[in-house]
């Protein structure tokens, strides 16, 4: 049975169609295509393994594809031409639909790709990773890589739909799920306190593929994400929650090189020192931050950050985020579980603690 949410955003307003066998489904993209171009974006991967039955679905089209190199180092500029390159040699018009068919990093191209090509063109999410179901495919964050900072080259632009279809999910490598449970996690720790104990419950049915579970997750979390976005499109204010042990979890990506560790592996870890650090406020107690280590770690994930990295590297790297403002570091932290804040209301011995804890933190879970 499909379920369809929406994305409540005035005339930007748009459907997640969430359900089993969904990409070969021509009526779910059809009323998203105004005109008779067609640019499929995907990568060396997800081609093998989901192109024919998405092409298939869009047999009524004139349809191009452009095939990208895999992996998070290749989310840049240069790779963002690859798309452009292909749209110009195939004279694509302003009337145009990419098709975003992949996880995060090809979502979050295809999105700028779209946002550009030719001042903005539709696009459609076709989400393959659970990261990407629950997280990035929605919302309408845009963005490639700079050396200097991740997703520091972006922009806000929303797709027209998102087709996540939880039979893909099958084909995910075991890390990548994890990953993905991650940002799930998240949406528990941030705003739904009833849905972290279900998923304290379920952590284990979701890192084992449990269809029935991974398609109430991607529901839920699509549901969580739909409502912060609708309240703050741009991230004035309340959209930053979403980035809870993002600022951690950034600066391990880019110490560690793009692709060392996944996006969600390093969330986590990142969501651990946030929750350490709520719980040196007084915000949530040390129960609180060992069930969180103990949920993370039955659904594989890392809960430390990478041994090597010292204070000062999360210093400096955390420095870049987009939430500093005025030179001033803001974290997301927690007030309870189900519940965060994005304050600069810490002192820099309590974030220095948190950054000491380092290795601790992992031996101190269940
Ligand atoms: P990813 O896109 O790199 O995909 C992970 C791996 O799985 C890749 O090797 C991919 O080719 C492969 N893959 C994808 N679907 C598959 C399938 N069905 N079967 C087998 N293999 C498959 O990583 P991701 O975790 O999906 O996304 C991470 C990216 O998303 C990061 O760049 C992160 O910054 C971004 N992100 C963006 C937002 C946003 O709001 N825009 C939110 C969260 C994360
Ligand atoms: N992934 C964070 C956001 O969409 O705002």
Same mark, same amino acid.
Request: proline share 7%; aromatic share 6%.
């Given at each position: 049975m499909m379920k369809t949410l929406t994305v409540d955003l005035a005339d930007r307003s748009y459907p997640i169609f969430i359900g089993? #066998?969904?990409?070969?489904?021509?009526d779910l993209y059809s009323p998203y295509i105004k005109g008779k171009q067609v640019m499929i974006v995907t990568n060396t991967t997800v081609a093998p393994l989901y192109l024919e039955q998405v092409k298939s679905a869009l047999s009524d089209y004139d349809v191009d594809e452009v095939i990208l190199p895999d992996?998070?180092?290749?989310?840049n500029l240069d790779t963002l031409n690859l798309i452009f390159d292909a749209l110009l040699e195939k004279r694509h018009n302003r009337t145009t639909t990419l098709i975003a068919l992949g996880g995060g990093v090809v979502g979050d191209m295809t999105g700028f790709a779209a946002s550009c090509y030719q001042r903005g063109v539709d696009f459609i999410q076709v989400p393959t990773t659970l990261l990407s179901q629950v997280d #990035?495919? @929605?919302?309408g964050k845009t963005a490639v890589n700079h050396p200097m900072g991740k997703n520091m080259i972006g922009a806000f632009y929303q797709p027209k739909c998102v087709i996540a279809d939880? #039979? @893909?999910?099958? *084909?995910?490598?075991q890390r990548e799920l994890s990953a993905g449970i991650a940002e799930v996690v998240k949406y528990g720790l941030i705003c739904n306190n009833e849905f972290y104990l279900w998923l304290d419950e379920n952590v284990e049915a979701l890192a084992s593929y449990d269809t029935v579970a991974l398609s109430r997750a991607v529901e839920l979390s699509c549901l969580d994400k739909a409502a912060v976005v609708a309240q703050d499109e741009k991230e004035g204010?309340?959209?930053?929650? $979403?980035?809870?042990?993002h600022t951690f979890g950034h600066a391990i990506e880019t110490n560690q090189g793009?692709?060392?560790?996944l996006h969600g592996e390093a969330v986590a870890a990142g969501m651990v020192m946030a929750a350490d650090m709520s719980w040196r406020l007084g915000n949530i107690s040390q129960q609180d931050v060992q069930r969180l280590q103990g949920m993370l770690k039955r659904a594989q $994930?890392?809960?430390?950050?990478?041994?090597?990295? #010292?204070n000062q590297d999360f210093i400096d790297l955390m420095q @870049?985020?987009?939430? @500093?403002l005025d030179g001033k570091l803001r974290l997301v932290l $927690? *007030?309870?579980?189900?519940e965060a804040v994005v304050t600069s209301d810490f002192s820099a011995d309590t974030l220095h603690q948190t950054l000491d804890a380092g290795e601790q933190l992992g031996c101190s879970s269940q």
């Open positions: 089993e #066998s969904l990409i070969s489904n021509s992996g998070e180092q290749y989310k #990035s495919s @929605v919302g939880i #039979s @893909v999910l099958a *084909t995910l490598p204010g309340i959209r930053a929650i $979403l980035n809870l042990g793009y692709g060392v560790w $994930l890392p809960c430390v950050p990478p041994k090597e990295m #010292s @870049v985020d987009k939430k @500093v $927690l *007030t309870a579980i189900g």
